[in-house]
């Protein structure tokens, strides 16, 4: 089983940026895929970015260009780095990795004037 922290959300201006951190603990070794998920208010959760342990990534479309995930394996830790914000980018953003399908406890992002 994984266990995974999650931090670096906020309240940001539209335009702005955030840094989102996942550090993993326990069964790390058997890692092979990472993802951030995120759910807004009334909505179903939804794939942001993910990466594969050879480090293979792939987007939504709707942050494509905006967002670049990454992942330091000897901090055990993946990252989210989110530019050019805007207001539908607020949810919570999860942390999800295979096998196992674990989850992290989610870190709330605001996008907001």
């Known amino acids: 089983q994984v266990q995974f922290v999650e931090s670096g959300g906020g309240l940001v201006q539209p335009g702005g940026s955030l840094r989102l951190s996942c550090a993993a603990s326990g069964s790390i070794f058997s890692i092979y895929f990472m993802a951030w998920y995120r759910q807004a208010p009334g909505k179903q959760r939804e794939l942001v970015a993910s990466?594969?342990?050879?480090?293979?990534?792939n987007y939504a479309d709707s942050v494509k260009g905006r967002f670049t995930i990454s992942r330091d394996n000897a901090k055990n830790t993946m990252y989210l780095q989110m530019n050019s914000l805007k207001p539908e980018d607020t949810a919570v953003y999860y942390c999800?990795?295979?096998?196992?399908?674990?989850w992290g406890q989610g870190t709330q992002v605001t996008v907001s004037s």
């Open positions: 999800y990795s295979l096998p196992g399908g674990s």
């Open positions: 990466i594969t342990t050879p480090g293979a990534t």
